[in-house]
């Protein structure tokens, strides 16, 4: 239908345009309005409202308004009561009210919009720190980000432009809020669901999911598709999906491990890097025993813990991890021993024979030359 060409129908069409809303809300809105600022104007005049309905009706086409009134069930008893002027007054009166109930329908609208897209990426610019709180232009309106929804240590710049999940809308001081997460692990997930088509196709899942936030996360995926790779899937060529969700997480590391039903070996993928690992399951009190060399020992381990710490809460289970000595072939050992043969030889040096030194042969010629003249010289008769 073709919107009438008068002053008000075409300020009409135009909020509804700007806001977003049917003009059947505004209308309904500017009624409410008239009939709060005709009670005010009775008050004023002395006249009684208590115990009276009220309704107003309006022109679509010139905006002109008419109150009506009647006792309380007695709709039949329904007359004009529209005071002469009551336009002009009506208009001082009803302005803010207006404002105030099409901001609220506007505002109605749009949750009713974002909350089709709970569970989602959005866009959005930081716009002011509320204290630890962050606001985020995400649009037609403002959301929030909690502290405990923020990466720990992440840097955020006033118009600077990030990815947020959209998490919940729940009821605030100041009606309802949009509250966005950076931490959340689904978050991750989304990511990577924006990266990978196999994942936004559903051909990779991801089963489990681990996170420390601005940290490590730990994911286990599957492929529901014969031929497709799960973890080459999210890796992608040179490693350039996963590096752009890295990026996104602002260098958090993400660990991608193979899905298995068998708990044992899904215990000890998740262990990665840490590779020859064996595992023992206590599924009753759900413990897993794990045994790695000592030379993957602090692979396993990770750093403060974190590597067993992420695994334990991606399976479900209690992980116990110790060391197990290194076995050494025979054939390694007589080759060591080979080694070290040659090396003790050329440690043992022969000691360098003494010299005699030239005083010394000096003293024997002495020697023998004054016992050769203790012979020679003859014996007194």
């Known amino acids: 239908m073709q919107t009438p060409r008068t002053e008000f129908a075409q300020a009409l069409k135009a909020i509804a345009t700007e806001r977003g809303l049917d003009p059947d809300v505004i209308l309904e809105t500017i009624k409410q309005a008239i009939i709060a600022a005709y009670r005010r104007d009775a008050k004023e005049r002395g006249d009684e409202t208590e115990g009276q309905e009220f309704d107003v009706e309006i022109n679509p086409t010139n905006g002109e308004a008419k109150v009506f009134s009647w006792p309380l069930e007695k709709p039949e008893e329904r007359k004009d009561v529209t005071p002469p002027g009551f336009g002009r007054i009506a208009a001082q009166t009803a302005k803010q009210v207006i404002h105030q109930k099409i901001r609220e329908a506007e505002k109605g609208a749009i949750m009713d919009e974002f909350s089709g897209r709970v569970g989602t990426l959005i866009s959005g610019m930081v716009l002011r720190f509320d204290g630890p709180n962050v606001r985020v232009d995400i649009g037609r309106t403002e959301a929030i ?27 605030g001081l100041k009606g309802k809020e949009i509250i966005l997460s950076r931490a959340d692990p689904a978050f991750v997930q989304k990511l990577f669901a924006r990266e990978v088509p196999e994942i936004a ?181």
Not at 160 to 169: A, D, N, T, V
Not at 245 to 264: C, H, K, Q, W, Y
Not at 349 to 362: D, L, V
Request: net charge negative; glycine share 6%.
């Open 145 to 171: 980000m909690p502290a405990e929804e923020r990466i720990p240590n992440e840097r955020l710049n006033l118009n600077q432009r990030f990815s947020f999940l959209l998490k919940e809308i729940m009821e």
């Open 201 to 381: 196709s559903n051909n990779v899942e991801i089963k489990l999911i681990a996170r420390e936030p601005g940290i490590r996360t730990k994911i286990a995926v599957a492929s529901n598709q014969s031929g497709v790779d799960p973890v080459g899937s999210c890796v992608g060529q040179k490693g350039v999906r996963v590096q752009a969700v890295t990026n996104e997480l602002g260098g958090e590391r993400v660990d991608i491990v193979p899905f298995s039903d068998n708990m044992a070996d899904l215990i000890a993928a998740s262990l990665s890097p840490a590779e020859n690992v064996s595992v023992s399951l206590d599924e009753e009190n759900k413990i897993a025993k794990v045994k790695a060399p000592e030379d993957q020992l602090s692979l396993a381990i990770g750093k403060e813990g974190q590597n067993v710490r992420l695994a334990a809460k991606l399976t479900g289970y209690r992980i116990e991890v110790e060391g197990a000595p290194v076995e050494v072939k025979e054939e390694e050992k007589e080759e060591v021993k080979e080694k070290k043969v040659p090396k003790k030889a050329k440690k043992e040096k022969k000691e360098p024979e003494k010299k005699e030194t030239p005083t010394e042969e000096k003293k024997e010629e002495s020697k023998e030359s004054v016992q050769e003249e203790v012979q020679e010289t003859p014996k007194p008769e």
